[in-house]
């Protein structure tokens, strides 16, 4: 078992930046990859931004390549998403993952609402 917190969600203006950290307890020396996901209202949860926990290879989706970034801390057993740039569209509710195998992610956290005013 793996037991996920986010914090850092908040309203901020487009063009803002914000930080979302999510932090890891339980089982954390098995995780294979974690990873931010979001949901905004009547759409399908997506995947944001992953991240190999060991290597730290990383992936993006194309709308937030080269805005996001997620970084992890494998001392604190943390993973953050540091969101700059934001936009309208980025308004979501924001999850943090974690995979214990390729492509399985298993652990949710209860999600951090990021609003983005235009």
Same mark, same amino acid.
Not at 25 to 49: C, H, I, L, N
């Given at each position: 078992?793996?037991?996920?917190?986010?914090?850092?969600?908040?309203?901020?203006?487009?063009?803002?930046?914000?930080?979302? &950290?999510? *932090?890891? &307890?339980?089982? =954390?020396? =098995?995780?294979?990859?974690?990873?931010?996901?979001?949901?905004?209202?009547?759409?399908?949860?997506?995947?944001? *931004?992953?991240?190999?926990?060991?290597?730290?290879?990383?992936?993006?989706?194309?709308?937030?390549?080269?805005?996001?970034?997620? &970084?992890?801390?494998? *001392?604190?057993?943390?993973?953050?998403?540091?969101?700059?740039?934001?936009?309208?569209?980025?308004?979501?509710?924001?999850?943090?993952?974690?995979?214990?195998?390729?492509? &399985?992610?298993?652990?949710?956290?209860?999600?951090?609402?990021? =609003?983005?005013?235009?």
């Amino acid at each position: 078992q793996v037991q996920l917190v986010e914090s850092g969600g908040g309203l901020v203006q487009a063009g803002g930046s914000l930080r979302l &950290s999510c *932090a890891a &307890s339980g089982r =954390t020396g =098995t995780m294979y990859r974690m990873g931010w996901f979001r949901q905004a209202p009547g759409k399908e949860r997506d995947v944001v *931004a992953t991240i190999h926990w060991s290597g730290g290879s990383t992936f993006y989706a194309d709308s937030v390549k080269g805005r996001f970034t997620i &970084s992890r801390d494998i *001392a604190k057993n943390t993973v953050s998403l540091q969101m700059n740039s934001l936009k309208p569209e980025d308004t979501a509710v924001y999850y943090c993952s974690a995979a214990l195998r390729p492509a &399985s992610y298993d652990y949710w956290g209860q999600g951090t609402q990021v =609003t983005v005013s235009s």
